[in-house]
């Protein structure tokens, strides 16, 4: 057969021949599609070939998928990554979803038409990322009135990562979090960005990049607890050709690469003494030096960091450079534990149910009103981010659309007893230590309110009896603390 050059072409990695075979055919009209049976031949066809798409199967000799799309995300960024799985493998590859940078995971046995479906959109979302890419390009060169057709176009593209993304109940704590970043946004200062692990510090850092005037340059992420100081000075600072063995060519570095925009440094506190004296050179002087390079580079970025840690606990212990920490901290913003904003969970877990439901090809998936409760009463020590895998873990493993609660996992289930328990007690973790006497009382209020609404199974008479509300008061609290089954 005679293909097109230009078909995007999809690696498909599975030791059945026959699955291999029943791919090719569902593929083959609309793509170049390569197959490999294992890690090794996989590798070689990608060092051979620019694969736009890999479906690897979790089952592979020797390795699981999730495991060498893993590999895949570092040596080869650009390609988008599919797992295909069986039902039983599902909890391993939600808990590598984030790790491996996951597209998409679809459930054995696959049918043909989703398939193809969700290849053709990985391949969209990939040609929108390169688009984008290219409109930040363009806004740099063009002139003043193509530069007016671009700004619109790309004002479009990036209306996904402004603050309304950010969800939360009328009436959060996180309102105010996202009224200062939005002032400070404006301003060419250093933000810093506490708070617990899947808070959602990333997206506030990307909507304060993108309601900044840098919004039409590039928001590059940088997690710096996952490599050693020297890759990621390489990383970050870029190398040139020769540096060090396996630098076969020169590299620009992320700050290079976010010249004109925002470089966002993940888990800043978990940097070392060393790399923290490079990091500051740089931020001082506003000039990169790449690994072997004779001469510096400018760079004009605008630095966001983040960390889990308590800051300013590490400098007083001497972990963390006390010079650096100025540097980074022109404004703190303190993003507060879903803990500490119950009310927020019914109005994100909606969201994620939609974001999840239409990445796993089931965009009609609903939570039911159980389900939601007890969501509700769990206290979330993983913030969204668990959330988020408890919403994808609940929606692959429900039959129905209608997700209900006996899908979610038993400690998420068992948690309702959790927090009526910390609801009762004066040393609840559950009990909000930030914020003002009023935004506490209101955080009380709504745990309170949620707690009697699940006991009786949100039957909104019994509640309100309980607690001396009319049945119209009591709506009004629901609506107000997005209680709203
Ligand atoms: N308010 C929110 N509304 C909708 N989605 C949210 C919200 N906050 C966080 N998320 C989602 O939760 C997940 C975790 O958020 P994010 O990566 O920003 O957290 P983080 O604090 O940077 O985590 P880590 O410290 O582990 O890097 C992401 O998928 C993000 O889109």
């Known amino acids: 057969m005679n293909l097109p050059d230009n078909l995007p072409s999809v690696l498909v990695v599975d030791d059945e021949v026959r699955s291999q075979e029943a791919m090719r055919r569902t593929l083959d009209e609309d793509f170049m599609v390569f197959t490999a049976s294992d890690a090794d031949a996989a590798r070689l066809c990608m060092e051979r070939n620019p694969i736009s798409v890999i479906l690897c199967d979790q089952r592979m000799p020797g390795l699981t998928g999730v495991l060498f799309l893993k590999e895949v995300r570092e040596r080869w960024p650009d390609t988008v990554r599919i797992v295909i799985s069986g039902y039983t493998d599902s909890e391993d590859i939600i808990a590598g979803i984030n790790e491996a940078g996951i ?27 390169r688009d984008t890419n290219r409109l930040h390009l363009e806004l740099r060169t063009s002139t003043p009135v193509l530069r007016q057709r671009t700004q619109a176009k790309l004002s479009k593209a990036r209306s996904v990562f402004d603050f309304d993304r950010i969800e939360r109940a009328p009436g959060s704590p996180l309102d105010a979090v996202c009224e200062v970043a939005m002032r400070v946004a404006r301003y060419d200062l250093s933000v810093l960005v506490l708070g617990e692990s899947g808070t959602g510090k990333e997206l506030l850092a990307r909507a304060v990049h993108y309601a900044s005037p840098r919004a039409a340059g590039a928001f590059v992420v940088e997690n710096c607890a996952a490599m050693p100081d020297t890759l990621l000075e390489s990383e970050l600072f870029g190398h040139k050709r020769g540096a060090f063995t396996g630098a076969y060519e020169d590299h620009p570095g992320l700050f290079q690469r976010a010249h004109g925009g925002t470089v966002f440094l993940d888990e800043i506190g978990e940097t070392s003494p060393a790399f923290q004296v490079r990091l ?17 580079v400018p760079v004009d970025v605008r630095v966001v960091a983040a960390t889990h840690r308590d800051l300013e606990q590490r400098v007083r212990e001497g972990l963390f450079r006390e010079d650096l920490y100025y540097r980074i901290a022109g404004i703190t913003i303190t993003v507060p534990p879903l ?11 909606r969201r994620l149910v939609r974001e999840v439901g ?24 993983g913030n969204i981010r668990e959330l988020r895998n408890e919403i994808a873990r609940a929606i692959a493993i429900s039959d129905s659309d209608a997700i209900a609660a006996q899908s979610l996992s038993s400690r998420v289930l068992h948690g309702q007893a959790g927090l009526a328990s910390a609801a009762a007690s004066t040393h609840g973790s559950a009990l909000p230590r ?7 009382l209101d955080a009380i209020e709504a745990m309170v309110l949620r707690e009697t609404l699940l006991r009786h199974r949100w039957n909104k008479t019994r509640s309100a009896t309980e607690l001396g509300l009319s049945r119209v008061g009591l709506r009004g609290k629901m609506a107000r603390f997005g209680l709203e089954g």
């Open 280 to 296: 500051l050179r740089v931020l001082q002087e506003g000039e990169v030096r790449p690994v072997g390079a004779a001469h510096p």
């Open 358 to 381: 239409a990445e796993l090809g089931r965009p009609d998936a609903s939570l039911s009103d159980e389900a939601l409760a007890c969501l509700m009463g769990y206290p979330w020590p």
């Open 103 to 129: 597209y998409q995971y679809i459930l054995k046995p696959w049918v043909p038409d989703h398939l193809l479906a969700t290849v053709r959109n990985a391949v969209e979302a990939q040609n929108l990322q």
């Open 434 to 440: 930030t914020g003002t006497l009023s935004e506490r």
């Open 339 to 349: 803990r500490e904003r119950a009310g927020d969970i019914a109005p994100i877990a």
